[in-house]
């Protein structure tokens, strides 16, 4: 049986390459339908989602198991991967206007010029229960905890992306807000995405709040051992994978004064809060305020403005080793094989035997 589809009309956006979907999907498309089916469009303008059937004009073939987005491997049907054995895409969008033949509407991904082959109301009855719709997306997190994350990264969500980094930072501020847009930029040119398996490798060269921008966004932490630490005292990093070829993304010199440009105030109550140690509970709550304001101003600094980006050729490590255990004889603590120390036969963690140890505060590595 042979199936024909004639299109109802072509997409108009300034999506030309694929990988800018994520991006510009964000940006109005217009829906030009032809002349013949423009009477099809009467009462549409009272809806605010429609449903858009579009044909992947641009896929040549298609592979029944196939990579996504996230890096993991799914069956075609399990993904959105426009690469199909029929080529038929639908996408949910926001409605705008609908004027004569053209229809305006924003979270559309399909390209330019994409035939559409159907327009029909979005259909959320399946989600009238808000308890069904949080339960697929729990159950989606439970696939895969960064998800949302990489889509996120994907389409350069960055105030949304700061706002899940200073979950964990603790605060806003420029520094944060640098280390997310920095991220960003290296994850989206890589490619690749971090399952915590050390396949991705974040290397950083300061421990300040850029740092916590890094692990957020590229997953690469030390309790994964992805996130390699360099005491350079940099705001600087390297994204890698196993082999070696990465991304190093560098602070210009003149970034800190980009920012207080951008953000004089909160440069002001910088000096008085953090440099001073100005503790006035009044002055330090403006400070907060001017904080956030600036992060948040910070995103909307072109990146060329305050980073030099170029590529990189790392030294790997190889996979962190996994360790057995030893009771230590003296405070019976089990304690990694690796950091236990023979004295007048007993086995003795580094405290128990007052072994020099290296440790990570605020002034960067030192030995105790």
């Known amino acids: 049986m042979d199936i024909h589809f004639q299109p109802i009309g072509y997409v108009k956006n300034q999506i030309i390459d694929p990988k800018d979907g994520f991006v510009l999907k964000k940006e109005k498309s217009v829906l030009e339908i032809l002349p013949e089916f423009a009477d099809g469009l009467q009462n549409l303008n009272e809806l605010a989602a429609i449903d858009v059937v579009f044909n992947f004009h641009r896929s040549q073939n298609y592979k029944l198991i196939t990579p996504i987005y996230t890096g993991e491997i799914k069956g075609v049907f399990a993904s959105r991967s426009p690469h199909r054995p029929n080529g038929i895409g639908v996408t949910t969008v926001k409605l705008h206007s609908v004027e004569g033949n053209q229809l305006t509407v924003t979270g559309l991904d399909a390209m ?10 979005a259909d959320y009855s399946f989600y009238e229960n808000s308890k069904s719709e949080n339960k697929i997306r729990v159950e989606r997190l439970k696939g895969n905890p960064r998800a949302e994350i990489i889509m996120d990264i994907k389409s350069e969500n960055l105030e949304k992306l700061l706002i899940g980094a200073a979950q964990i930072h603790g605060h806003y501020c420029p520094g944060l807000a640098m280390g997310v847009i920095a991220a960003v930029k290296a994850m989206n040119q890589i490619k690749n995405h971090s399952d915590g398996m050390e396949d991705l490798l974040a290397i950083t ?12 966004i590229t997953g690469c932490s030390f309790g994964n051992n992805a996130l390699i630490f360099r005491d350079i005292g940099k705001n600087a990093f390297t994204l890698t994978t196993r082999n070696g070829k990465g991304i190093r993304v560098c602070a210009k010199n003149d970034s800190r004064l980009t920012i207080n440009q951008k953000s004089p105030e909160f440069s002001n109550l910088f000096q008085q809060v953090v440099i001073e140690q100005n503790h006035d509970e009044n002055i330090k709550r403006e400070f907060r305020k001017a904080a956030s304001k600036a992060s948040f101003a910070t995103l909307t600094i072109p990146f060329n403005d305050i980073f030099k980006i170029e590529d990189k050729e790392t030294s790997i490590p190889p996979y962190a080793p996994i360790m057995e255990s030893i009771v230590c004889d003296v405070c019976k603590e089990n304690t990694m094989k690796s950091r236990i120390t023979e004295v007048n036969n007993e086995n003795l963690c580094l405290d128990c035997s007052a072994t020099s140890q290296y440790v990570l505060d605020g002034h960067g590595i030192k030995c105790t």
Not at 112 to 121: A, F, Q, V, Y
Not at 205 to 216: H, L, P, S
């Open 112 to 121: 330019n010029e994409t035939p559409i082959l159907d327009i029909k109301p």
């Open 205 to 216: 060269e300061t421990n300040n709040c850029f740092a916590d921008g890094v692990q957020y």
